[in-house]
């Protein structure tokens, strides 16, 4: 089975800080995603990154940058972390193909982050 | 911009009924449509997931249907239980990295 583990499932920060939300999966796929979850909104992108060192904007990238060293780990960083920031994370992964849109991504658990 | 949507917002269901949850989108250019199962406080589980090509998906209660041209589907569930109760996602893929979400629907199968 897939596995996408997200370090955190709560986290609580200030106003200001340099918050990183860790995720890593173990089955050597080349595509992952960072999206935030809000009541009403549905899920938003945030970035994703199709290889190591790669990565792409989503529909919402401002305030955050994404960093992968390594090719089973991709974190998330708020470079200053703001109230709005509050919110549900979800990271996803899945395979990359010639076929890649009928890859299905699949998701951890969920970093809820709170700023205070 | 593709958008999905999914009504009603919230379903009440006594348990043992046989329930059908919507969604909707706005351009029909889609690779795929998948609905999830989401939990209080959880990540999302993907329970199907229907091609372009395709009409329909099966697993065990569930069966999703798929009319790409008119941008609806479908989830039933059939013998509804309280374990079901869960908030339903779909989403459709629209490229590689492309995957749009509805905002869910919160069921709640009452014992």
């Known amino acids: 089975d897939v596995k996408v583990t997200q370090s955190s499932r709560y986290l609580v920060k200030r106003t200001g800080e340099k918050v990183f939300l860790e995720c890593v999966q173990d089955m050597d796929h080349e595509n992952m995603f960072w999206y935030r979850q809000d009541p009403g909104l549905g899920l938003r992108l945030i970035y994703f990154?199709?290889?190591?060192?790669?990565?792409e904007k989503g529909d919402i990238p401002e305030g955050y940058s994404v960093s992968r060293e390594k090719k089973e780990r991709f974190s998330l960083i708020l470079e200053s972390a703001s109230t709005n920031q509050t919110s549900m994370y979800l990271c996803?992964?899945?395979?990359?193909?010639?076929?890649?849109?009928?890859?299905?991504?699949?998701f951890g658990d969920g970093t809820r982050l709170s700023i205070l | 911009k593709q958008e999905v949507t999914q009504i009603p917002a919230a379903l009440s269901v006594p348990e043992g009924e046989n329930l059908v949850l919507n969604c909707s989108f706005t351009d029909s250019a889609i690779y795929n449509l998948q609905w999830f199962r989401q939990d209080p406080g959880k990540g999302l589980t993907s329970l199907l997931l229907?091609?372009?090509?395709?009409r329909e998906q099966t697993s065990g209660r569930l069966n999703a249907s798929l009319d790409k041209s008119s941008g609806r589907s479908t989830l039933y569930i059939a013998a509804s239980q309280p374990g079901d109760s869960a908030t339903y996602l779909c989403?459709?893929?629209?490229?590689?990295?492309?995957?749009?979400f509805g905002t869910g629907t919160r069921l709640t199968v009452i014992p």
């Open positions: 990154s199709y290889d190591v060192k790669m990565k």
């Open positions: 989403a459709v893929q629209t490229g590689a990295n492309n995957l749009f």
């Open positions: 996803a992964s899945s395979f990359y193909r010639q076929d890649a849109h009928i890859q299905p991504q699949h």
């Open positions: 229907i091609q372009s090509s395709q």
